[in-house]
């Protein structure tokens, strides 16, 4: 389209009605065709410099494109970067986070327990375990050991329990099983008492101790064939009582309170089963049930009974 400008006396210009060329207006309204002189052109285009300078230029672009696309998803991933999971078990917080950072992996505590025969603050379990195949950059997660115990009740055992189930109940406590020491008792391998480690005072049920403490069990030695005199424990006092039942390798079996008892040490004994007898035996290991009382007038009650 040719665009003519007509100059006015006023020295201003503006554009008249566009007008058509005759060669444009004919392609237009169909009645003439172009050139078969155009296709040449078409191939100079093709063949010009700037053409090929477009298609270089294209390919580089598309090459940068998926270059770049291929480093940002091996950046992202990792991918063909893998690491060897080091055993970490046994080894401090510190040893284990300096081994891990110099291979590229995290490292995170998971859960923390106590066990006495590990280091404190050392490494107890991993996830993922030990020569696994992990991509750098991966976190493993790791048990630590605490630096003190924390406390458990000590369980309640009846006398005459197995000595499986006293074992599967002090475990579950997390506490451990110690020395077995074997007292006369009609049965083997039962539930008598138990003791600290190396202490000679019988554990209170319901009192706290820290987890990992050994127990020293007292169990039955079966040799219920033996036979022991009953010895009288009327008018002693509940200590005197005990010890003379556990010198005679007898056992203490059921004690019974009369009345208010403000000191159980001090109490006296003022009736026992089985009874006292010059003939009178038992197997040895046997228990013996005592009734205790704060009034010394129950034992004179009970004497006039039995007369």
């Avoid at 055993?87 to 040893?95: A, F, M, Q, W, Y």
């Avoid at 079966?222 to 009582?241: F, H, M, R, V």
Wanted: hydrophobic share 40%; charged share 25%.
């Amino acid at each position: 389209m040719t665009v003519y400008w007509r100059k006015l006396p006023q020295d201003e210009f503006y554009p008249t009605f566009p007008v058509f060329s005759i060669k444009f207006a004919t392609i237009l309204m169909g009645k003439s065709k172009q050139p078969s002189s155009d296709s040449p052109g078409i191939w100079r285009f093709l063949t010009s410099k700037i053409f090929w300078l477009n298609v270089f230029a294209a390919i580089v672009a598309i090459i940068a494109l998926l270059w770049g696309t291929l480093f940002f998803v091996q950046q992202y991933s990792r991918h063909g970067e893998s690491q060897t999971v080091p055993n970490l078990i046994g080894k401090t917080t510190l040893e284990a986070m300096q081994e891990l950072d110099n291979l590229d992996l995290e490292y995170a505590v998971m859960d923390s327990t106590f066990d006495p025969d590990e280091r404190p603050l050392s490494v107890i379990s991993q996830d993922p375990i030990p020569d696994s195949k992990v991509k750098s950059g991966r976190t493993i997660y790791v048990t630590i050991n605490m630096t003190t115990a924390p406390k458990t009740e000590i369980p309640r055992f009846e006398v005459g329990t197995s000595y499986i189930s006293v074992r599967e109940i002090l475990e579950s406590h997390g506490l451990k099983v110690g020395d077995i020491i074997y007292k006369p008792f009609e049965y083997k391998d039962v539930y008598l008492d138990m003791k600290v480690h190396g202490d000679r005072k019988s554990l209170k049920p319901g009192s706290f101790i820290p987890k990992g403490t050994k127990i020293d069990l007292i169990l039955g030695n079966g040799l219920g064939d033996t036979k022991i005199g009953i010895p009288d424990l009327t008018g002693l006092t509940y200590l005197e009582a005990i010890n003379l039942i556990q010198l005679k390798e007898l056992s203490v079996g059921t004690v019974i309170a009369s009345g208010t008892i403000k000191d159980s040490a001090d109490a006296l004994v003022f009736k026992q089963f089985p009874t006292a007898g010059n003939e009178k035996t038992v197997n040895l290991g046997s228990m013996v049930d005592i009734w205790i009382t704060d009034d010394p007038d129950a034992i004179i009650n009970e004497d006039e009974l039995d007369n």
